[in-house]
């Protein structure tokens, strides 16, 4: 009897501590933006955040700099370059995670 309800428990402890799936990626992205004190309107976002990526796909920006230089000044005023760096962040690992070797070589040229 103790093992079936230690187990019911567990059970009921690892379904309340999972993730919610999303079936909508620009309402994820929209909330990991405000993690990072990221607002504005959440299709205009999503939409930078996938225009980012596109430049990325078609070599526009070369490196994770130059998307940064095309992002901060698309975002609300007031954003600050750790935002725009977070930004860049989620839209790679939100949209384009094919991506992430961009972030990556950014992080060892520090």
């Known amino acids: 009897m103790k093992s079936t309800t230690l187990a019911a428990a567990v059970m009921g402890l690892a379904v309340a501590l999972?993730?919610?799936a999303h079936a909508d990626p620009d309402?994820?992205?929209?909330?990991?933006?405000?993690?990072y004190g990221i607002y504005?309107?959440?299709d205009y976002n999503a939409w930078l955040g996938k225009i980012v990526c596109e430049r990325l796909d078609k070599g526009v920006d070369?490196?994770?700099?130059?998307?940064?230089?095309?992002i901060t000044p698309?975002?609300?005023k007031g954003t600050n370059q750790a935002q725009a760096w977070q930004f860049?962040?989620?839209?790679?690992?939100?949209?384009?995670?094919?991506?992430r070797p961009v972030?990556?070589?950014?992080?060892?040229?520090g």
Do not use: I
């Not at 070369?62 to 095309?70: E, I, L």
């Open 18 to 20: 999972a993730a919610p």
């Open 88 to 99: 860049l962040g989620a839209s790679v690992n939100t949209y384009c995670p094919d991506k």
């Open 74 to 76: 698309n975002l609300q």
């Open 40 to 42: 504005g309107p959440r």
């Open 27 to 35: 309402t994820d992205f929209a909330r990991e933006l405000h993690t």
């Open 103 to 109: 972030l990556e070589r950014a992080a060892q040229q």
């Open 62 to 70: 070369g490196d994770a700099a130059k998307s940064v230089r095309f």
